[in-house]
């Protein structure tokens, strides 16, 4: 991973990062509950379509088939859609409420020129959070100015809570027990990959990424010994 081109601009790779837990208890509130020591990561530089095969493999290990139901928390990227149509097609997706907020924040920014904080926001804010996407698309496109550019991009962020609906009934997923916020996952791409590939002073190579993400995501896996049993069987052969 080169820090500059002959041109001086930054060259910069995609890290993908997985991350699977199960979940077999609500806590008092009935929120959902990781089960303890469960989570295990995946991840690397690659195409997405190799990602797909990652992650489903490492699902797999962790015993897929038995799974009573399984939902796929991620953003709205086009590849997603194609890793969980091929491998996880019967999967529960949910979209990551952050990213929706995005979504949601550059509406009014971009286009119906509101303020980030009062009234307006918190009250479109509320719709999102409890999967009303009919009435929040309907108050939104109240919003918009009668034309212009302004009104295409508003219109743009419209289509996509429209299409993605489905994967947005937040307050219905919460009362299923599933969990609708990507924290863990955030989180897991600081610790195994901000603090190691992102820091001043460190290019990297797609290879030398590679190489320091694998051992990096092991022990948060409980894989620590299983890798280095592997490396020493693939050195042997």
């Known amino acids: 991973m080169r820090g500059k081109g002959e041109d001086g601009k930054a060259r910069t790779r995609e890290v993908k990062l997985g991350r699977v837990f199960t979940r077999t208890a609500l806590d008092e509130e ?13 991840g690397a530089i690659e195409a997405s379509a190799d990602f797909g095969h990652r992650i489903h493999g490492e699902a797999v290990r962790r015993g897929l088939s038995k799974a009573r139901r399984v939902a796929l928390l991620m953003d709205a990227q086009a590849c997603n859609f194609a890793i969980a149509a091929e491998h996880f097609p019967n999967a529960t997706i949910v979209i990551d409420p952050y990213h929706a907020r995005q979504h949601l924040a550059g509406f009014l920014r971009d286009a119906a020129g509101r303020p980030l904080e009062g009234p307006p926001h918190e009250r479109l804010g509320e719709l999102l959070d409890a999967g009303d996407i009919e009435t929040l698309t309907q108050q939104m496109r109240a919003a918009l100015p ?6 295409a991009a508003g219109l743009k962020e419209i289509e996509y809570f429209r299409n993605h609906a489905p994967h947005m ?3 219905q997923l919460r009362r299923e027990g599933l969990f609708v916020g990507s924290g863990v996952i955030e989180a897991g791409c600081k610790t195994v990959v901000g603090r190691r590939l992102k820091c001043s002073g460190m290019p990297w190579s797609v290879r030398g990424a590679n190489a320091i993400v694998a051992p990096r995501r092991c022990p948060l896996s409980g894989l620590f010994e299983q890798f280095w049993e592997s490396r020493r069987e693939a050195r042997a052969a």
């Not at 009668?146 to 009104?151: A, L, M, N, V």
């Open 30 to 42: 009935g929120r959902p509950v990781r089960d303890e020591d469960s989570t295990t990561y995946v």
């Open 146 to 151: 009668r034309g212009g550019p302004r009104r």
């Open 169 to 171: 009934r937040y307050a």
